[in-house]
């Protein structure tokens, strides 16, 4: 069973930054692809950026292209979120998710979840 705990949400002013952490109970976390998913008042869960296993390929939906990078550190079972330029539509509770294939993360679903953590972008 794999734990996800996110961490890093906050409030920060449009235009401004953050980072988002995940850290994963599991030890085989080397495994799993990992991704962000956010999920905003009224609306369905979506994906925002995944990463395999190794790190080498990344897939970013296209409202986050160029303002968001997803990384992995495997020594500390933990992916993380820098997001830069935030807008207000960025508003939500993200989540980490963790699945065996990169491009089921990007479908929007994966086997296992975090528990969110809320991001606020102010004007």
């Known amino acids: 069973q794999v734990q996800l705990v996110e961490s890093g949400g906050g409030l920060v002013q449009a235009g401004g930054s953050l980072t988002l952490s995940c850290a994963a109970s599991e030890r085989f976390f080397t495994t799993y692809a990992m991704g962000w998913f956010r999920q905003a008042p009224g609306k369905a869960r979506e994906f925002v950026a995944g990463i395999s296993w190794s790190g080498d390929t990344t897939y970013y939906a296209d409202s986050v292209k160029g303002r968001f990078t997803i990384s992995r550190d495997n020594a500390k079972n933990t992916v993380y979120l820098q997001m830069n330029s935030l807008k207000l539509d960025d508003t939500a509770v993200y989540y980490c998710?963790?699945?065996?294939?990169?491009?089921?993360?990007?479908?929007?679903?994966?086997?296992?979840w975090g528990q969110g953590t809320q991001v606020t972008v102010s004007s």
């Open positions: 998710g963790a699945d065996g294939g990169l491009r089921i993360l990007a479908t929007g679903t994966a086997s296992y």
